[in-house]
């Protein structure tokens, strides 16, 4: 009976060291955060990208025109 005890005792003591040293999934967590920080860097760029792009093509279109007077 006694048996019984100690080995309870020591199971649980496992599953919760286990617990408190268990680092699985880090990795995962970590890789998932860089992606969503590259994917609004991302974002961000072409956002970027797509406003110069249009200031530039209005900017020549009005150059092209002067040009033709």
């Not at 649980?12 to 880090?26: K, N, Q, W």
Request: charged content about 15%.
């Amino acid at each position: 009976m006694i048996d019984l005890f100690v080995l309870r005792y020591y199971w649980t003591r496992a599953i919760a060291a286990r617990l408190v040293r268990d680092e699985r999934g880090e990795g995962v967590i970590s890789a998932a955060i860089a992606v969503l920080i590259m994917a609004a860097v991302g974002a961000l760029m072409w956002v970027g990208i797509k406003q110069l792009w249009g200031n530039a093509s209005s900017q020549t279109n009005s150059q092209i025109s002067k040009i033709g007077q």
